[in-house]
């Protein structure tokens, strides 16, 4: 079945740098487009960064441009999100996402915690 594995969450402080990884398994991997959400506390749930299927093409929301960056290894199944000057507001549980296609159905990880304090 489909499976979204987030790992390399944690605590860091201010002004550090902590690397995403979610590991996908379950379905042809280079077939989709893949997305990074994250949701703090008391807040909606929010795009963080998008790459296409083959890791050409990537959008971020224009908030974070400059500080996050995301990336793709097709051949490991596995997508990446570098987050570096790392803020407070950063603070949030950050979520792999298999976009849809065609008739297929999105799918989500299950979310891996980032916290950033002193």
């Known amino acids: 079945q489909v499976q979204l594995v987030e790992s390399g969450g944690g605590l860091v402080q201010p002004g550090g740098s902590l690397r995403l990884s979610c590991a996908a398994s379950g379905f042809t991997f280079n077939f989709y487009a893949m997305s990074w959400y994250r949701q703090a506390p008391g807040k909606e749930r929010e795009l963080v960064a998008r790459?296409?299927?083959?890791?050409?093409?990537?959008n971020y929301t224009d908030s974070l441009k400059g500080r996050f960056t995301i990336s793709r290894d097709n051949g490991k199944n596995t997508v990446y999100l570098q987050m570096n000057s790392l803020t407070p507001e950063d603070t949030a549980v950050y979520y792999c996402h298999r976009d849809r296609l065609g008739t297929i159905s999105d799918y989500w990880g299950q979310g891996t915690q980032v916290t950033v304090s002193s």
């Open positions: 790459i296409s299927a083959g890791g050409s093409r990537t």
